[in-house]
Structures are given as structure tokens and as C-alpha cells.
């Protein structure tokens, strides 16, 4: 049997909470479910969706909403949340760029969300197989709008910039946690990279959206994660996403706590009271959960805003 994460064979086992009555997967295995499923095993695609058991499947599928996956399902860090497989990856697939672009086109999708291991072994951090696959998904869809959910590209210098060049809709970063749990949490990961690589997507491209992810339930508490919302703020993020971490596995990092379906309303409220355009703050949120939807309400909240400022 492979094992999926083998640097975390000897860490102590954490015996995992039974989830609350409020997180409860939707069970809607649908006709449009299975279309999904078809398209991404003929293609031989690989998706976030699958690969990190997101409680949100059968809901997603069911729209033909797949989050796609690119540069192997084999990730080079060894975060303590994520359910990815870790290792050594293989190497890329050069036929990937329009295999992306095809299934986007058979899903018909009006917009794409594509997302990718960390590939530490890459030069470039694999930005330049972003910008491809961005290419060529805007090529054959070009009414499609395309978000893409990166790696940090640590260490990788201006790699990233490569990837803004090919003009994704969304440029979306992940957070994660608060950076007293970095250490723990995303090892691998440095905070101010990551806050850094928000701000400097804004900064080349001020027509993109920016995006950033954190879950909550690792340890954290308030006052972190108020400093999380300004300095994300603080970066120009326009749109946060909240969500409850859960714990895949007796070797993940411990759960700490589940938050009740208020405290999330709670943190949407004090996060729009920021100043974001959009903050979507739930127990079963995640960073591509009802991107379609929100990528329009991005935008509406971004004219509203445009005129209000040009009124004042
Ligand atoms: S929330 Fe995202 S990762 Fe989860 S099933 Fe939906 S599209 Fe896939």
C-alpha cells in the first residue's frame, strides 16, 4: 500500500473530533455528478476536489464545478493540514495545457478554477505551466473567466510574475493560518511571502481580483485572526474566504476546535467591516466552494464601490 504522507509516519497520533450536527456533507449524487466524474477520469485530470476529500463534492460536481489540479497529484511540501499526497513528483505533462482546456470546454464552464501542488524541484515554481495552461484555457473558452488558486513560489524569485502575465481573472493565495502556527501548520511557508506575493499580483495588475483563504479550528485565536484580516487588507486582498479546518487523518495536525455556525457570521461581519469586497465565512467554505457565483458578485461589489468612490 502507498503511504500518502511519509514524513508524517512518525508523528503522534491525534485522535480526531466527531464533527457537529452543522457539518454535514450534501448527498446529491445527480446525473450532472457523474458527467463530472467521467470528464475528469476519461481526461485522466487530476482535481483539488478528489485529491483533498473536500466534504463539498457532491454539491460541486453536481454543477459540473471541478476544481482542476495541474502539475501531478504529488506535492513537494509537507504541510500538517493538507490531505495531498507528499514526495517526489513526476515530471510535467507538456499535453497538459489543453487537456485543461478541453475539459473546461466539455463542462462548459463559465468559470474555471484551476489550482496545483507545490513544485519545490521546478526552477520556476511551475509558473510558466500556469501561464500555459492559462493560454491555452482562455484560447479554446474565451467566455470562460479563469481563477487560479497558486502555490507561494517561494524562493523562486520573480517566477510568479510569469503567471500574472497570462492574466488570470483571479489570483488567488492562500493564508492558511495565523503566523504563530506557521511553524507548525505550513512549515514550509513563510507569512510574509505569502502576503507579500498577494500584494505584488495587485500591485502588476490592478484590473485582477486577489483572493486568500484561512482556515479557522487549528489553534488560532480572535485577536490573530483579526491581525490575519488586516494584513491581508493591508495587501490589497479583495476577497476572503473562511472556513473550518477538518482534520484527514490521526497524523494531521489536531483539530482544536469547531466553530459554531455564528462565529463565522460573526467573522464575516468584522471582515466586511474591513473593508474587503467580499468575504464568504462558513463552516464548509472553501477557497473554490461557489467561486462562479462569487466571481460575479466580485465584480458587482467592485462597480459598486468604483462609483461610490468617484461620488465622494
Ligand atoms: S469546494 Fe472546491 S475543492 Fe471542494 S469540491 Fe467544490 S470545487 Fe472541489
Not at 8 to 18: D, F, G, H
Request: aromatic content about 8%; overall charge positive.
Amino acid at each position: 500500500m502507498t503511504v500518502r504522507h511519509p514524513e508524517k509516519v512518525n508523528k503522534p497520533i491525534n485522535p480526531i473530533k466527531k464533527k457537529p450536527d452543522w457539518i454535514r456533507s450534501k448527498l446529491l449524487n445527480s446525473k450532472e455528478f457523474f458527467l463530472t466524474k467521467s470528464i475528469v477520469n476519461k481526461n485522466n485530470l487530476v482535481t483539488v476536489c478528489q485529491e483533498a476529500n473536500c466534504p463539498n463534492i457532491t454539491e460541486c460536481w453536481s454543477k459540473r464545478h471541478a476544481t482542476f489540479m495541474i502539475m501531478g497529484d504529488t506535492c513537494t511540501r509537507a504541510c500538517a493540514f493538507c490531505d495531498i499526497i507528499t514526495g517526489k513528483p513526476k515530471s510535467l505533462d507538456p499535453f497538459e495545457p489543453i487537456k485543461i482546456a478541453l475539459a473546461v470546454k466539455k463542462l462548459n464552464l463559465k468559470h474555471a478554477v484551476i489550482t496545483s501542488v507545490d513544485r519545490d524541484d521546478l526552477n520556476d515554481g511551475g509558473a510558466t505551466h500556469f501561464y500555459e495552461v492559462i493560454r491555452e484555457t482562455r484560447k479554446n473558452n474565451p467566455n470562460t473567466t479563469i481563477e487560479v488558486l497558486t502555490p507561494d513560489f517561494l524562493r523562486k524569485g520573480e517566477s510568479y510574475k510569469k503567471l500574472i502575465e497570462a492574466k488570470p481573472d483571479v489570483f488567488n493565495h492562500n493564508i492558511e493560518t495565523v503566523p504563530g502556527l506557521y511553524k507548525k501548520v505550513r512549515p514550509g511557508s513563510r507569512y510574509f511571502s505569502s502576503l507579500e506575493l498577494l500584494k505584488n499580483a495587485k500591485k502588476i495588475d490592478k484590473n485582477i481580483f486577489t483572493k486568500s483563504g484561512l482556515m479557522v479550528g487549528l489553534g488560532e485565536n480572535k485577536d490573530e485572526i483579526l491581525q490575519v484580516m488586516d494584513d491581508l487588507k493591508s495587501a490589497d486582498v479583495d476577497f476572503l474566504t473562511i472556513g473550518q479546518y477538518l482534520q484527514p487523518s490521526v497524523k494531521h495536525h489536531p483539530l482544536d476546535r469547531y466553530y459554531k455556525p455564528e462565529e463565522f457570521d460573526e467573522l464575516k461581519s468584522v471582515a466586511r467591516s474591513k473593508g474587503f469586497l467580499l468575504v464568504s465565512s462558513s463552516p464548509l467554505t472553501r477557497s473554490s466552494y461557489h467561486a462562479d457565483e462569487d466571481f460575479a458578485k466580485l465584480k458587482k461589489n467592485r462597480i459598486v464601490q468604483t462609483n461610490a468612490q468617484s461620488i465622494s
